[in-house]
């Protein structure tokens, strides 16, 4: 069999309009999000796609203070083992949550899980990636077919198994006339560039941008002793004064002159190295130090379009850092008054929903046995039937 061809089990005679959930717990850790996403049609592309519903279920405090620690590199076996299976306890009540809300019957579950390490290939070695979230426990408390661990395929392939959702965004979000830019600003920042709808002649891009809310959450928390896990509305931000040596200093990160693909997470940026930056820089008052971190992710993500290789007219922000307005502000001022910058929710989607919608479109291509080509976002090898799949 051909990569590019589909997998054996691909139907051809599959629903035209099937209904899928997607689950997603990024490296905010804020929770988990459940899509409830509709497709209609069987080929590569579906020809239409809508949300039907979609829930955040916040982590049991416990639970988030283990994946924390976990994160970090805090937890033994024996803790990563219990873990694996807890977590999937709580992304399968995510699951039976959203689809009790399914006016039909559910194809499959997609689940991303919770990355706790991810080490990108280097000129000297392999790339590896672990996500915990047990998907045999989904399948047994939902009683609906469960596909999970998508990365490591793409990493067994040379990729770097990340990002995934700008399959969603190729597929689904291009647009008429004019190249667009799909920035999430999650945990950690991604971009998928597309060329206007029907230019099958440039290639898209997608790649990690750098840091997304991690190194604000990491320092608000800090910062309020606890009080405030995030910097609600750019509040802190919009009332500080960005120190722009230190900024120069976080975008000296070698990761930012990498070429893509590219890809990184908290092992690089992430709550111990904001903890002995603060150490390091007692001077700066709380607003200042989270103006600071919020111009390092407007900066780098701007910077970062230098690499994209074709002009882009807008930029569509999503995940949790498009609710920060002074993200946004700082963005749109260093990409200058010719690219319009608006969130998801202006062109029909959720802006929180889309990488959990990205893996209910995973989940189908895996159902109908298309192989996902991200060969542009992730630098695999070739074309992979993404996924491993608990049956029921």
């Not at 804020?30 to 039907?52: C, K, M, Q, T, Y």
């Not at 998801?344 to 989607?349: D, F, K, T």
Request: hydrophobic share 45%.
């Amino acid at each position: 069999m051909h990569a590019d061809q589909p997998a054996e089990g691909a139907r051809s005679d599959a629903p035209s309009s099937v209904l899928y959930v997607g689950l997603m717990s990024g490296t905010s850790l804020d929770g988990i999000d459940a899509a409830l996403v509709r497709f209609e049609g069987a080929d590569l592309g579906p020809s239409e796609a809508s949300l039907e519903a979609f829930r955040t279920s916040p982590f049991d405090p416990d639970l988030e203070h283990r994946l924390r620690r976990a994160v970090a590199g805090d937890a033994d076996t024996d803790e990563l083992c219990d873990l694996n299976f807890a977590l999937g306890e709580a992304l399968a009540a995510a699951a039976a949550g959203i689809v009790e809300l399914a006016g039909g019957p559910i194809a499959a579950i997609g689940s991303h899980g919770q990355t706790v390490r991810h080490r990108p290939p280097g000129p000297a070695r392999r790339g590896s990636t672990l996500q915990i979230g047990e998907a045999a426990v989904i399948a047994e408390r939902t009683g609906l077919a469960v596909i999970a661990d998508f990365r490591v395929r793409d990493v067994a392939a040379g990729g770097h198994g990340a990002p995934l959702a700008p399959l969603f965004d190729d597929l689904l979000l291009r647009a008429e006339g004019h190249a667009r830019a799909i920035q999430n600003i999650g945990g950690m920042g991604n971009v998928t560039a597309l060329p206007p709808a029907g230019d099958s002649t440039t290639r898209p891009i997608a790649f990690d941008t750098g840091p997304g809310v991690v190194l604000i959450d990491a320092a608000v928390r800090r910062l309020t002793a606890g009080e405030r896990s995030f910097d609600e509305d750019g509040a802190l931000a919009a009332a500080g004064t960005a120190d722009e040596e230190l900024v120069g200093e976080w975008l000296a990160d070698p990761f930012f002159a990498e070429p893509p693909p590219r890809s990184t997470g908290r092992e690089r940026f992430g709550a111990a190295r904001v903890e002995a930056w603060l150490g390091d820089h007692t001077r700066l008052g709380t607003e200042d130090a989270v103006a600071t971190l919020t111009e390092v992710t407007a900066r780098s993500i701007a910077e970062s379009y230098a690499l994209i290789g074709f002009g882009i007219d807008d930029v569509v922000l999503c995940g949790g850092g498009a609710r920060n307005p002074e993200i946004a502000r700082r963005l749109a001022a260093h990409l200058g008054d010719d690219v319009r910058v608006r969130t998801l929710g202006e062109i029909g989607w959720d802006p929180d929903a889309r990488e959990a919608a990205a893996f209910a479109l995973l989940a189908r291509q895996h159902v109908l046995g298309h192989p996902v080509d991200l060969t542009w976002a992730t630098g695999a090898a070739g074309p992979r039937r993404l996924g491993k799949r608990v049956p029921v």
